[in-house]
Nanobody, 122 residues
Framework: QVQLVESGGGLVQAGGSLRLSCAAS????????VGWLRQAPGMEREFVAA?????????LYADSVMGRFTISRDNAKNTVYLQMKDLELEDTGVYYC??????????????WGQGTQVTVSL
């Protein structure tokens, strides 16, 4: 069993930066793919970024955040980060961390955090 806790959300002006953290407890976290997804009000939850598990350091990004967001993981701290810069109004939403077995071509979102709110204002 893995438990995920997100933090780092908040209110930021457009063009600003935030760093989200996803802290995990439980076994095998370092072997899981960890992803960030977000959900804006009235919208479907959408993929943002994911990082591979184990010794694979590859990552994957949605087109909408490519070049602005960076996902990274520190397995010693059981934590995955999402560094966000040049934030846009459209980045507003609840950001969720998920983890599960697989690889970046196909993985399962077996575990979810409770989400952290990111609000981008003018």
């Amino acid at each position: 069993q893995v438990q995920l806790v997100e933090s780092g959300g908040g209110l930021v002006q457009a063009g600003g930066s935030l760093r989200l953290s996803c802290a995990a407890s439980g076994r095998m976290f370092d072997s899981y793919v960890v992803g960030w997804l977000r959900q804006a009000p009235g919208m479907e939850r959408e993929f943002v970024a994911a990082v591979a598990g184990g010794n694979d350091s590859n990552s994957l990004y949605a087109d909408s955040v490519m070049g602005r967001f960076t996902i990274s993981r520190d397995n010693a701290k059981n934590t995955v980060y999402l560094q966000m810069k040049d934030l846009e109004l459209e980045d507003t939403g609840v950001y969720y961390c998920s983890a599960g077995a697989g690889n970046l071509r196909a993985w399962r979102n077996d575990y979810w955090g409770q989400g952290t709110q990111v609000t981008v204002s003018l």
